[in-house]
């Protein structure tokens, strides 16, 4: 079982470019999420996403970009990469369900490894 | 927003010791999850707390829901070298996820 996939699992980027990063999830979740992770510090939430076609902002959204075309598929988007955006970044999804989004489990990625010099 | 506590921040025990670790938030919340990562990995949920006095285990974990629903205890029971990893606790509000800093965990054989 796959679960959740993100590709790609390392990158190292100049300042200034732009890059994609795709989760992929075989789990029919509703609700997707992406997270940066730095040293000494949990995770932190980007964006979200409860449906295909919609998206919303978390706690740290700036300078990132998102979109949920498809149902499986959550991208995230950095259109001018900054040395500030150097992290790990995780992708998660889970199930809708009678209780409020983020009450619900999470499934993470084993996570893309972004460097920007 | 809200800010979750996790101490200890790190811990060194030996091979089949037990561990304690907490957290705490100055706001309260409604369910606590518990997370495990490991190295070149992304966390796996442990435990989840869905009631204040909530006592739930897996396996030789147990984790509690504080009464107050302001703080969460993860104990883990004779421990073994697979155990080690970062723990994070995480509460949920209506339209975001936080998570402690997390305790890092090292066994020694």
């Known amino acids: 079982n796959a679960g959740v996939t993100q590709t790609p699992k390392f990158r190292v980027l100049k300042t200034g470019q732009s890059m994609t990063l795709l989760c992929a999830q075989d789990?029919?979740?509703?609700?997707m999420y992406w997270y940066r992770q730095d040293p000494g510090m949990g995770l932190r939430l980007i964006h979200y996403?409860?449906?295909?076609?919609?998206?919303a902002k978390g706690e740290v959204p700036d300078g990132y970009n998102v979109s949920r075309l498809k149902k499986q598929n959550f991208l995230l988007g950095l259109e001018s990469a900054a040395p500030s955006q150097t992290s790990v970044y995780f992708c998660?999804?889970?199930?809708?369900?009678?209780?409020?989004?983020?009450?619900?489990?999470?499934?993470f990625g084993d996570g893309t490894r972004l460097s920007i010099l | 927003g809200q800010q979750l506590n996790q101490s200890p921040q790190s811990m060194f025990i030996q091979e089949g010791e037990d561990v304690s670790m907490n957290c705490t938030s100055s706001s309260i919340f409604n369910t606590w999850l518990w997370y495990k990562q490991e190295p070149g990995e992304g966390p796996v949920l442990l435990i989840a707390l869905y009631k204040a006095g909530e006592l739930t285990s897996n396996g030789r974990l147990t984790a509690q829901f504080g009464i107050t629903r302001k703080d969460s205890f993860l104990n883990i029971s004779a421990s073994i070298p697979s155990d080690v990893g970062i723990y994070f606790c995480a509460g949920p509000g209506n339209n975001d996820m936080r998570f402690g800093a997390g305790t890092r965990l090292t066994v020694k054989p």
């Open positions: 789990m029919n979740h509703e609700y």
């Open positions: 998660a999804s889970s199930y809708s369900g009678v209780n409020p989004t983020f009450y619900q489990p999470q499934h």
């Open positions: 996403s409860v449906g295909e076609g919609t998206t």
